[in-house]
């Protein structure tokens, strides 16, 4: 896909740096309108397991993390929820978790075909690093899109905050899932304590590269029940000119505003809707386990009930001149508008 700026690493640090901060927020929503419009897809997520095998430094499901009461969604209340998805008339469905062993390939494969066939859902997976087959399998039942951040782009720190994983796993299985059919996702997290100074704006550039579907950069959230417990949280603005200059790098991806900038500073997830990004993900795992899911302090801490979020979040794009759409919203690879 062509930039709509071709931007040089020099460039794109004073970008990140704050040197033009009105040029660029400008500029990354006028790019946003003219492939999306004035349309936010918004994809309904769920959670539906909190155990983890794995144990990376910065997240508050890690394995080793005994003070956290865990949960983990029966098949039946998986589709329950992906249903009501369906029916709050959102197009994608996203199935989350940590990396949970109890679901296998034959299980998630069920849970798939029937999604399928009750509904018109796009669905994305979320499950961390998997086999080929499982995610060969999973396509086949009809999982149309994967995400699988990358967190960091420097291997060394990789490896530190994620014991046992190397880097260049994770990129193979990205060109897995392009090559199996899948729309892929991968990203970042702003502000991983441990991160080099021109690390941001190298990662940009690779992750352009890699031309994928949709580009994720959330701040880093501190974890209390985590090695990275009192180490200073990502920037929220720093976050915001990030994906911007992703949308100038790649104008037809979907660049979601993550739930991790209303942890840090309430209100920023909207206003990352005026700065390129152009998806939203509500969580509609049950209210009952929701706030389990906690990643980060803050992580679904609405107490609201669904439908009140979802009326807030329609009002709140409408004051903004922009509304929800029942689109699937797949990236697009061309002007739109
Ligand atoms: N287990 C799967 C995986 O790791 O790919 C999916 C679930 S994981 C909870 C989803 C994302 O949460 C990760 O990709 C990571 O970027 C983000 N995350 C975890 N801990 C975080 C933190 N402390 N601050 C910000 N984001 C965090
Ligand atoms: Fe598990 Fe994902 Fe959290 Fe890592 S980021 S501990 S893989 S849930």
Not at 72 to 77: N, P, V
Not at 171 to 183: C, H, V
Not at 225 to 245: D, K, S
Not at 260 to 282: I, K, T, Y
Request: hydrophobic content about 40%; glycine content about 8%.
């Amino acid at each position: 896909m062509k930039p709509a700026e071709t931007l040089g690493r020099l460039e794109i640090k004073a970008l990140l740096a704050g040197e033009a901060d009105d040029w660029l927020f400008a500029r990354a929503d006028e790019v946003k309108r003219q492939y999306f419009g004035k349309e936010i897809w918004l994809r309904g997520i769920v959670e539906f397991s909190s155990y983890c095998r794995c144990d990376c430094h910065y997240c508050g499901l890690r394995a080793a993390n005994r003070d956290i009461e865990r949960y983990r969604l029966s098949h039946q209340e998986i589709i329950d929820s992906a249903l009501k998805v369906d029916k709050a008339g959102i197009g994608t469905l996203v199935l989350q978790s940590g990396e949970d062993s109890r679901f296998r390939q034959d299980g998630i494969s069920r849970i798939l075909s029937t999604i399928k066939q009750q509904s018109q859902l796009a669905i994305t997976l979320s499950l961390g690093e998997r086999s080929h087959s499982e995610l060969a399998l999973w396509r086949e039942a009809g999982a149309d899109r994967y995400l699988l951040k990358l967190e960091t782009l420097d291997a060394e720190l990789y490896s530190r905050l994620r014991p046992g994983r190397v880097l260049d796993k994770r990129l193979k299985l990205l060109e897995t899932l392009k090559s199996l059919g899948y729309e892929t996702g991968s990203g970042i997290i702003c502000g991983l304590p441990g991160s080099k100074s021109d690390a941001l704006a190298d990662a940009l550039l690779a992750l352009s590269a890699m031309e994928l579907e949709m580009l994720a950069v959330g701040p880093f959230v501190s974890h209390p029940q985590t090695p990275l417990a009192n180490t200073a949280n990502g920037n929220v603005l720093e976050c915001q000119r990030a994906c911007a200059i992703l949308r100038l790098l790649n104008p037809g991806a979907n660049i979601p505003a993550t739930s991790a900038l209303d942890a840090l500073q309430s209100g920023a997830r909207l206003d990352s809707l005026s700065r390129g990004c152009n998806v939203l993900m509500p969580s509609f795992t049950p209210q009952k386990d929701s706030s389990k899911y906690l990643i980060y302090p803050g992580k679904n801490a609405s107490g609201c009930p669904l439908e009140q979020r979802l009326a807030d979040i329609k009002l709140s794009l409408k004051a903004r001149g922009l509304h929800c759409s029942a689109d699937r919203g797949n990236a697009r690879r061309q002007i739109n508008v």
